[in-house]
């Protein structure tokens, strides 16, 4: 249990205010006897100041609080270390909190109010439709987060999801592919739902269907890329490009296709999303759309305390997505 000052003054003898002004360095509040008395009861009972309490205290610093869902995912983890470095170079810090459907939002976000953090910042994609979370960040601490909040009214800062679609499309387009199916994430989610709009304005600008069989969903799992792809190429052999809408899916996509006996890319083409750092490293190597993760993680972080600091900010800025080229697409 830590010692409190509360503790030292108990011990000492004299008020919490004299003892919290001589243990903060302001000798001519106390006779010389009173200051030694304190000084010897912190000694004592191994006291260690606050910092946080301090920082508050002196205005020296300001602290985010970070919300972030897990951190097992490549893309969230640059994401927050991104937004720590951001904090880090304006002479700020960073708390850590993790939520995810197992953890209550309310608890994650009241432990963040506990340390008296300055504003919160939050990376929790899986759990954009739960209200629980939006209730607990309404009040008064400036919010910003890379997804979208239950109930809204918080600034967001992402990424064009629906161009993702659209340069994979015309990616795949422009190589001549006609039959092209696509690997989904859970259709409820918007940044699915972005990326398809996305892709079939694309396909629908060239003249190309999209039927329902060329569509299928998974989870964002190597697993629910793997067993996608089988089901994908169960309901419509003659696909000859694939879009899966994350890269940790698209590995799993690429084994189903060799178990397949296809030849990549000379029988299926595949693009992925995201450009996490494994994909240049696949056999073949990945094209990808790349998301700015990290870009994204810095730019939240100083809008953020930018609102802490009484700036306005938009209410809503999305970082430009690009196309990356490797080996596993070409002409059908």
Request: with cysteine.
């Amino acid at each position: 249990m830590y010692v409190s000052l509360k503790d030292v003054a108990a011990r000492a003898g004299v008020s919490f205010q004299t003892a919290s002004k001589v243990l903060n360095g302001h000798s001519r509040v106390a006779s010389p006897s009173t200051r030694e008395r304190i000084l010897r009861a912190a000694a004592d009972l191994g006291y260690v100041p606050n910092a946080m309490a301090r920082g508050l205290v002196r205005q020296a610093s300001v602290t985010i609080g970070v919300l972030a869902d897990d951190f097992s995912d490549q893309a969230v983890s640059q994401f927050v270390l991104a937004a720590q470095r951001a904090a880090a170079s304006r002479g700020h810090g960073a708390l850590i909190s993790s939520v995810h459907a197992d953890i209550d939002a309310e608890l994650a976000v009241r432990k963040l109010l506990e340390y008296r953090v300055d504003g919160i910042l939050v990376a929790a994609p899986s759990l954009e439709d739960e209200p629980s979370l939006g209730a607990a960040l309404r009040g008064p601490l400036p919010v910003v987060s890379i997804n979208r909040i239950h109930g809204g009214g918080v600034p967001l800062i992402g990424s064009d999801h629906a161009m993702t679609g659209t340069l994979a499309a015309e990616h795949l387009l422009g190589l001549g592919h006609q039959r092209i199916g696509t690997v989904i994430g859970p259709r409820g989610r918007q940044v699915v739902q972005r990326r398809m709009r996305g892709f079939r304005e694309a396909l629908r600008a060239a003249g190309q269907p999209l039927p329902e069989r060329r569509i299928v969903e998974a989870d964002w799992t190597y697993d629910g890329g793997w067993s996608a792809t089988h089901r994908l190429l169960d309901s419509d052999p003659t696909i000859t490009a694939v879009f899966v809408h994350n890269d940790v899916m698209a590995m799993g996509v690429l084994k189903a296709l060799h178990e397949r006996g296809l030849r990549l890319p000379a029988d299926c083409s595949v693009v992925g999303c995201d450009d996490l750092s494994f994909a240049g490293y696949l056999v073949p190597a990945l094209t990808t759309v790349r998301i700015p993760f990290e870009e994204t993680g810095e730019r939240a972080a100083t809008l953020l305390l930018d609102r802490i600091g009484g700036k306005r900010i938009p209410a809503r800025d999305l970082l430009p997505v690009e196309l990356v080229v490797r080996e596993s697409t070409s002409s059908p």
